[in-house]
């Protein structure tokens, strides 16, 4: 007799069309497509994530794991902490992203080898201003190791005054995204 895995009556998953399975004496149909995790709607699961990860409300595992499981304009980030998590950069000459009383000035080094971009409350330091922490610098600069606040520049951006120079920025000998001005 042919079984209707949509509304037959199941004892056992071998009643039900092959990928179902049987759920409160009826067949059900596990629902993981772009899932990796979380409930399968048949009192079964799609998966698991591993340890630290949950599972968000659309069946995928975060932190993420590369970039690309972000969103528009956002990164993956490892923290010190090591946990991961999606994070939205901000933009260094316009402040963009940014609320009120707050500059785009930070730029953090992570664990996943990232230099990026965020918000801190804005100091008063214009650029080569003395510094001491990140908080000291205007908007637009970072305070860098050398006591001095040091404005971000790149192609449509340059450093003003002269003897200043355009120098990219390394991490781990890669240059990264953002340049500063030196002296």
Do not use: R
């Not at 179902?20 to 995790?37: E, F, R, W």
């Not at 230099?115 to 000291?136: E, K, L, N, Y």
């Not at 003897?163 to 390394?170: G, R």
Request: with cysteine; proline share 6%; glycine share 14%.
């Amino acid at each position: 007799m042919p079984v209707d895995h949509f509304c037959a009556e199941c004892l056992g998953d071998g009643n039900c069309a092959a990928g179902d399975v049987c759920l409160d004496h009826a067949c059900c149909q596990p629902k993981c497509t772009g899932k990796t995790c979380g409930p399968d709607g048949c009192g079964g699961t799609c998966g698991s994530c591993a340890s630290g990860a949950t599972c968000s409300k659309t069946g995928k595992c975060s932190p993420c794991a590369v970039d690309a499981d972000c969103g528009k304009n956002q990164i993956c980030y490892t923290g010190q902490d090591t946990k991961t998590k999606c994070f939205t950069e901000c933009d260094v000459f316009t402040g963009a992203g940014c609320s009120t009383g707050n500059a785009c000035i930070q730029v953090v080094y992570d664990f996943g080898y990232h230099i990026f971009a965020q918000c801190q409350p804005v100091g008063a330091s214009p650029g080569f201003g003395p510094c001491s922490t990140w908080t000291d610098c205007a908007a637009g600069a970072m305070c860098l190791n050398k006591g001095y606040c040091a404005p971000f520049c790149d192609a449509t951006h340059p450093c003003t005054g002269g003897s200043k120079v355009c120098t990219p920025m390394t991490f781990e000998g890669v240059d990264q995204k953002y340049s500063l001005c030196e002296p």
